[in-house]
């Protein structure tokens, strides 16, 4: 009589299959979970795009100033003591002199005018420079700088997402607007203290007849998605 003999895994081997296994179990399941985790950052993406250009295309219906019509125009900004004719005022009954007194009256200065609430809704903002400074944060406990259109309307969908504005006057920093030679542009200032020929001739940073606007969103991903728009005083 013969007795067959069968092999099979010994209590050694099978303790170390299953050791194998259960690292291999883990690298597998780390690389699923990021790639879940990080699977919607195209749709947080598109998302904070959207809430950086709604907000854009709502500052560049504004005038160009507090005291320009829509269109822009009758006000003359200045160069230190040096006069920028390209948007001369006579029709318009402001004078503007840019004499070394600096007592001329031009853009009004970076920021929120009078009367102009800084809470609530925008509706009162009328110029592109109110904006400048705006800030919501959907990601903070405050409830009163919550992500909102400018009728003061809360904005849906946008849990964890900030918003925040910057204007400054910007200069035409090189570039002959051609095709190929367009214009590029400097940050010339918010044209307050030194930077306002109306309190100090010759400031370095002066008053001029464009506003650089710049909108940055930041995800919950803490990525900044971000927006700049030149509006000029045509």
């Known amino acids: ?30 690389l699923y979970s990021n790639i879940v985790r990080r699977g919607s950052d195209p749709l947080v993406r598109q998302k ?35 006069k920028d004719g390209r948007n001369d005022s006579g029709s318009c009954g402001i004078p503007c002199d840019c004499d070394p007194a600096c007592n001329d009256d031009d853009a009004s200065a970076i920021g929120l005018d009078a009367g102009e609430g800084a809470v609530g809704p925008r509706q009162e903002w009328d110029d592109v420079d109110d904006y400048d400074g705006l800030l919501e944060d959907n990601g903070n406990a405050a409830a009163g700088d919550d992500l909102a259109d400018q009728q003061g309307t809360l904005l849906a969908g946008a849990a964890n997402f900030s918003r925040q504005v910057e204007v400054m006057y910007a200069v035409i920093s090189g570039g002959s607007g051609t095709a190929g030679d367009p214009y590029t542009f400097a940050v010339a200032g918010n044209g307050r203290g030194s930077q306002d020929p109306d309190n100090s001739c010759g400031g370095s940073s002066p008053r001029t007849n464009f506003k650089q606007i710049t909108v940055i969103v930041t995800t919950p991903n803490n990525e900044p998605i971000t927006l700049v728009s030149i509006k000029g005083n045509y």
Do not use: H
């Open 1 to 30: 009589m013969s007795i067959s003999k069968r092999s099979g895994f010994t209590l050694i081997e099978t303790v170390i299959f299953v050791l194998v296994l259960a690292v291999a179990a883990g690298g597998v399941m780390a």
């Open 48 to 82: 904070g795009i959207i809430l950086a250009q709604e907000l854009m295309d709502e500052i560049l219906s504004r005038r160009w100033d507090e005291r320009t019509p829509n269109g822009g125009g009758c006000l003359d900004a200045c160069d230190g003591a040096a």
